[in-house]
């Protein structure tokens, strides 16, 4: 009895502990303060190394997720390439754990078109993976907005001579957001759903759709006023460039 009642509480406090940290990536975020992000993923895998919880295991590829594409856009290719590398060993151990979980694939197929970054040549083969393990992810999870974000950023950056379509993405990245606040808990404290409004906005901004993109910026920042990248870089660009008031 002692036993189950000790195992009880150390998952609570890793519970407890896993919301603290994501807490602190929302936060820095918001700051665009990748430097303190890193150590928060840091910090996750030593306890995971301590506890071997399995949602941890989780929130820290998430985290690594939103880590490497930063990586990617500022060309610290190397880092990008050695994150991918350990978050490839994770995904294979959270399947282990939960072979359904369309969430999981989604950060998968995520991590497959990452890939085409780091090594062009292998566009076709990494870009197949990716497309397959979403849509893997999209027949166990068919409402689940994480799924169709990954479904919108593919069809958003995909070129267009290889199926890419920047319309597509419009109406992936409208049912992703549409998904997020049909659970309105997912909408809190969660970066995931403000990078899908940023990124519907900037759709919205390529095909053309200028008042409809204003609209989701000024969502986002009456969301987050001190969203540090819509506020600071966005916005202000997208101000400048089409002369709103």
Not at 40 to 52: C, L
Not at 94 to 119: D, E, M, T
């Amino acid at each position: 009895m002692k036993k189950w009642i000790m195992g009880g509480l150390i998952l609570w406090a890793v519970g407890l502990q896993a919301q603290e940290y994501q807490s602190q990536i929302y936060q820095f975020y918001l700051e665009g303060r990748m430097d303190l992000w890193k150590n928060v993923m840091d910090q996750m895998n030593s306890e995971y190394e301590k506890s071997a919880s399995m949602e941890l295991l989780y929130e820290l590829t998430e985290a690594q997720y939103g880590y490497i594409a930063y990586c990617l856009s500022v060309k610290q290719k190397k880092e990008a390439a050695q994150l991918l590398d350990l978050a490839d060993e994770q995904i294979e151990t959270l399947l282990k754990w939960q072979k359904s979980n369309p969430r999981i694939y989604s950060l998968q197929g995520a991590f497959y078109g990452f890939r085409i970054q780091l090594k062009p040549l292998k566009a076709p083969s990494y870009g197949k993976k990716s497309v397959e393990t979403n849509h893997k992810a999209i027949l166990l999870g068919p409402r689940e907005p994480q799924a169709w974000m990954e479904k919108a950023n593919i069809a958003y950056y995909k070129p267009a001579l290889f199926g890419g379509s920047k319309n597509d993405a419009v109406l992936l990245y409208e049912k992703a957001v549409e998904l997020y606040e049909e659970t309105p808990e997912r909408t809190i404290q969660n970066w995931l759903y403000l990078n899908c409004l940023v990124g519907l906005g900037m759709a919205y901004e390529k095909t053309d759709q200028i008042q409809a993109a204003g609209r989701v910026y000024e969502k986002v920042l009456k969301m987050e006023p001190s969203f540090k990248w819509v506020s600071e870089e966005v916005y202000p660009q997208f101000r400048k460039k089409h002369s709103t008031n």
